[in-house]
């Protein structure tokens, strides 16, 4: 069976074919970064257009590499939201046409399952398993026990990691998307350097909070007369540790609350953009470790938005659920556990 992705809630278009045994045959992806530098984040109109660009010239890229026709795709999964909804329209639409044309089904995924379920596709992992999403626009723990049954048990209050590490670039001066920046600035600068206080400390609960860590960053940088390279990279990696600390002090909580019924299964997948993170990584290993969890991340590349994972998603979704109806609307805004 040949299942077609489609990704582009974002600033990436994506087109991927893989098998219903995980095999991917082709990712592809198209990166509107170079787009977007300019104006220091996405521009959502600029973003849908390129994705009107770009989706066709990649679909004929992916058929063209894997010798494969239109007519040999069986199933077609296209990202239905949250997300920008320009993009998810014209992903849809394009999904949607294909399907009515070529006489397929068609799965409506939504792009927080994708991330959920993609250590699936790239791990083999079995159901269930206790989830860290941390993305651009989310950052959730999530009870993920099989496709349809999947609550939170913890959520940011504010911002989500991926945009805390992009605004705090901002405020550095340092370039879109701030994740990758913040990171390898930060390998060259002290974490302890900066002692920011540590969000929601006392707080018996799972959830984050990114806003007070922000403006504790912020603050540091009015009152700092001379902005250096050896003070920005202290910076990167004294927030960056702070991070790192906040999640893992929520994740010893998340796995009381996910191990409250002595599941067998210590599985913990980390997965979104900002996992792609391997300073972040290093660190939720460790405190996994510690509590008898192993931990399970997709290939950084598969960690960022990509069509891949949309695929898995949506065939996953078909298996259980079936086909989604054509006249589906896109939602900018789709909570995960409302599937
Ligand atoms: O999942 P994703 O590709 O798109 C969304 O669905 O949001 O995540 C993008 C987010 C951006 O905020 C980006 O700065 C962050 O992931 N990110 C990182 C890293 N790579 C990407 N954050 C921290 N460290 C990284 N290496
Ligand atoms: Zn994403």
Redesign the pocket.
């Known amino acids: 069976m040949y299942i077609l992705g489609i990704e582009s809630?974002?600033d990436?278009s994506a087109i991927s074919i893989i098998t219903e045994d995980g095999t991917i045959l082709t990712n592809l992806l198209a990166s509107q970064i170079k787009d977007h530098v300019p104006y220091g984040g996405v521009v959502p109109e600029l973003a849908a257009r390129k994705h009107i660009d770009n989706l066709p010239k990649l679909l004929e890229v992916a058929f063209k590499k894997t010798k494969l026709h239109k007519r040999d795709i069986d199933l077609i999964c296209a990202t239905a939201g949250p997300?920008l909804i320009g993009g998810v329209v014209i992903g849809t639409t394009i999904g949607k046409t294909l399907a009515q044309c070529l006489n397929k089904p068609f799965v409506a995924v939504n792009?927080l399952l994708g991330?959920a379920l993609c250590a699936r596709l790239t791990n083999n992992l079995s159901y269930p398993f206790l989830l860290l999403l941390a993305?651009?626009?989310?950052s959730q723990f999530i009870e993920v026990n099989s496709v349809n049954e999947i609550s939170k048990i913890g959520e940011t209050l504010d911002d989500?990691?991926?945009?805390a590490?992009?605004k705090v670039a901002k405020m550095l001066n340092l370039p879109y998307?701030?994740?990758?920046n913040?990171?390898k600035l930060a390998k060259l600068g002290d974490q302890n350097k900066y002692h920011f206080p540590l969000p929601l400390r006392n707080k018996d609960n799972c959830d984050f909070s990114l806003s007070g860590l922000k403006t504790s960053v912020r603050t540091l940088i009015i009152k700092q007369q001379l902005i250096t390279e050896q003070f920005v990279n202290d910076v990167c990696a004294s927030f960056q540790k702070t991070a790192a600390d906040h999640i893992c002090n929520k994740l010893k909580k998340a796995f009381t609350i996910y191990n409250k019924d002595f599941k067998l299964e210590r599985k913990l997948v980390f997965s979104?953009?900002?996992a792609?993170?391997?300073y972040?990584r290093e660190r939720i290993k460790k405190t996994a470790a510690e509590n008898s969890f192993e931990l399970f991340v997709p290939d950084p590349k598969l960690?960022?938005?990509n069509a891949a994972m949309i695929a898995w998603a949506g065939y996953e979704q078909y298996l259980a659920n079936g086909p989604s109806n054509l006249t589906f609307e896109p939602k900018a805004k789709w909570p995960l556990e409302s599937l």
């Open positions: 809630s974002c990436d997300g792009h991330h993305s651009g626009g989310h989500a990691f991926g945009e590490f992009d998307p701030g994740g990758p913040i990171e979104g953009g900002v792609a993170n391997s972040l960690c960022t938005d």
